[in-house]
Structure formats: structure tokens, C-alpha cells
């Protein structure tokens, strides 16, 4: 599960998941500090991954992902926060607050 912002330059992802991504040395990434969503100098590595979309992939072509430079962060309270670049760059994001949920289109 990850949480989805609009105003996120970027998608952070929780270091904890690095190395089911093939990325078991993500501290080699281009170290950044981050800033905003209540963090204030939180470290993080900038690395390319995959992102995959399960329900995307069962309906449309999606089967390699997308490829992104993610920002990969030790303690991040989330699995992944998606911003601009891995999401909002790709899909229109529709917001459905009554349903809290997120729907994706190409």
C-alpha cells in the first residue's frame, strides 16, 4: 500500500523494500535531502526502479512497469509515498474522497 501527493516532486520509497527491488545497496544512490511532507533533512538515496501498478497490469499492457528514479529513505513511515515523477507524470490521478481511493488512467 502507498499513499499518493500531488505535490511531491518525487516518489520516496521505504529503504526497507530496497532489496526486493534489486536494489540491496541503495545507499550507492546519489544521496539528497529531503524536505517537506513534515520532513525536515530526512536522508535519501536517489536510485532507478520499477514501479508496478497490479490492477494496471491485468488490464492493460503494463507488464514492464515504469521506470523511475525513486528516493529511497531508512524510517520512512510508509511502504511509498508516490509524487510526480513515477505517478502523476504517466496517469491522470483521479481523487475519490468518499471512497478514499485513487483511480489511474492513461
Do not use: M
Not at 15 to 23: D, I, R, T, Y
Not at 68 to 80: C, I
Amino acid at each position: 500500500l502507498a499513499l499518493a501527493d500531488s505535490g511531491l516532486p518525487y516518489t520516496l520509497i521505504n529503504a526497507a523494500w530496497a532489496k526486493q527491488l534489486g536494489l540491496p545497496r541503495y545507499y550507492d544512490g546519489v544521496r539528497v535531502e529531503v524536505n517537506g511532507l513534515g520532513f525536515i533533512g530526512l536522508v535519501g538515496y536517489v536510485n532507478e526502479t520499477t514501479i508496478r501498478f497490479p490492477a494496471l497490469h491485468q488490464q492493460q499492457d503494463d507488464h514492464e512497469g515504469l521506470k523511475v528514479n525513486a528516493v529511497f529513505v531508512r524510517d520512512l513511515p510508509e511502504a511509498a509515498i508516490l509524487g510526480y515523477a513515477g505517478l502523476f507524470e504517466h496517469f491522470r490521478v483521479v481523487f475519490c474522497s468518499f471512497s478514499q481511493r485513487l483511480v489511474l488512467c492513461r
